[in-house]
Nanobody, 123 residues
Framework: QVQLVESGGGLVQAGGSLRLSCAASGRTFSKYSMGWFRQALGKAREFVGGVNLSGRVTWYADSVKGRFTISRDNAKNTVDLQMNSLKLEDTAVYFC????????????????WGQGTQVTVSS
């Protein structure tokens, strides 16, 4: 099993940057694709981006492509989400997740989830 804990959320002005981190426990971290999702108040949880086992391949939702970057460090069991040029609509609770398989985009494809961290973008 993998336990995930997110950190780094907070309040940021529109146009600013924020870096989220997800720390994983367990020795099998490198065997999972990792993803980031977000859920705004009253809305469904949506895919943000993912990274493969090695960290060399990433994929993103169109809404964040070019602004967000995912990276992972298998030696430290961490996966980060660098968010630049933040917009008001990026306000949400952000979750990291672990799943088996490549290019996972759907919530149901991920097996393990963190508790989430709040990101609020203000004008």
């Amino acid at each position: 099993q993998v336990q995930l804990v997110e950190s780094g959320g907070g309040l940021v002005q529109a146009g600013g940057s924020l870096r989220l981190s997800c720390a994983a426990s367990g020795r099998t971290f490198s065997k999972y694709s990792m993803g980031w999702f977000r859920q705004a108040l009253g809305k469904a949880r949506e895919f943000v981006g993912g990274v493969n086992l090695s960290g060399r391949v990433t994929w993103y939702a169109d809404s964040v492509k070019g602004r967000f970057t995912i990276s992972r460090d298998n030696a430290k069991n961490t996966v980060d989400l660098q968010m630049n040029s933040l917009k008001l609509e990026d306000t949400a609770v952000y979750f990291c997740a672990a799943g088996s398989g490549p290019f996972l985009r759907n919530r149901g494809e991920y097996d393990y989830w963190g508790q989430g961290t709040q990101v609020t973008v203000s004008s």
